[in-house]
């Protein structure tokens, strides 16, 4: 028995010097690839039921799972054989888009691929007990195309997640700096929470193109919600006032705290040259009666003459 454990634990690697299968190793890949494909069905049952019991992906049904694991092992069985992993790579991120919005950690899906190969390593144990030195040949060419499709699942996943995450975070920040047109040319942004720069960077483009889309000439935009800014995001919103009267708009600003208007004064923000108004409904108002001022006069009804013709 001793004797059998120091044979297993000899790595012969048949690699070459650089690191490219030899012709020995490539034939092992191929006669491990035949054996995976003869015991397909068998394999990826096994594999299944052990998903199963391990209570891992339990947002989704044996049937999902059966489904799922027959396609992972025909992607890591052709990943092998072609040393390619542009399909299991494809498939990774589609199997991704499926499985994270029912919940599937990062951890069920490292795991599920760590079964995998814990199953067909011990196939193969199975296989070649009785030939230990061509055991460890088989496993020298095996493992690290193992640890790399192993790898490329596993990125492939956190990536999805990754970019999903953003994604939502993104809508979220939309929904929370919604710019609301009252009426033809007034428009108001009521802002709540905090304002990091990103969201102040995001705050301040649709601000921007809800003034050129709308041919907006007034902007209230309310700071009730916002408890606290830092200098730079207060610097920030100075410099969105000034980028809203480039494209024409006046812009109001309603619901400053003492907070905030302390650290406007602080980074040396002149605030007789910033329009402000104590509250949201008294921001309208001045919104109405600046729209007012600005409002062409109306024509004479035909037939009538100009008012200071009848004077």
């Known amino acids: 028995m001793a004797d059998t454990k120091k044979n297993m634990s000899v790595s012969t690697r048949p690699t070459d010097p650089e690191g490219t299968l030899t012709e020995s190793s490539a034939g092992l890949l191929r006669e491990l690839v035949a054996h995976l494909r003869q015991n397909r069905t068998q394999l990826r049952e096994e594999w299944a039921r ?21 396609a992972v092992y025909d992607n890591y069985v052709e990943a092998l054989e072609t040393g390619t992993f542009e399909a299991l790579q494809a498939y990774s991120r589609r199997l991704s888009e499926r499985i994270i919005p029912r919940g599937v950690e990062t951890d069920e899906v490292v795991g599920i691929v760590l079964l995998l190969r814990d199953v067909l390593a011990r196939s193969l144990f199975n296989k070649y007990q009785d030939n230990v030195e061509k055991l460890n040949r088989i496993l020298d060419s095996y493992e690290p195309a193992a640890n790399r499709i192993a790898n490329t699942v596993a990125v492939g996943f ?3 997640r990754e970019r999903i995450i953003r994604q939502q975070q993104e809508a979220i920040r939309e929904l929370s700096t919604p710019v609301l047109q009252v009426r033809e040319r007034l428009l108001i942004l009521p802002i709540i929470g905090v304002i990091d720069p990103q969201r102040a960077r995001q705050l301040t483009e649709q601000l921007l193109r809800a003034i050129r889309a709308n041919r907006a000439k007034v902007v209230v935009i309310d700071v009730t919600g916002v408890a606290a800014m830092d200098s730079g995001v207060a610097n920030h919103l100075v410099q ?15 619901g400053l705290s003492p907070e905030i208007a302390q650290t406007l004064v602080t980074i040396g923000v002149d605030l007789s040259e910033m329009a402000t108004v104590g509250d949201l409904q008294g921001g309208i108002e001045e919104a109405e009666r600046l729209l007012a001022d600005r409002a062409p006069p109306t024509p004479p009804i035909r037939g009538e003459l100009p008012p200071e013709t009848n004077r």
């Open 158 to 160: 956190v990536e999805e």
């Open 50 to 70: 052990r998903i199963t019991r391990a209570e891992l992906l339990t947002a989704m049904t044996e049937e999902e799972i059966f489904a799922e694991a027959t």
């Open 240 to 254: 969105t006032v000034e980028a809203s009267r480039l494209l024409g708009a006046t812009v109001i600003v309603t």
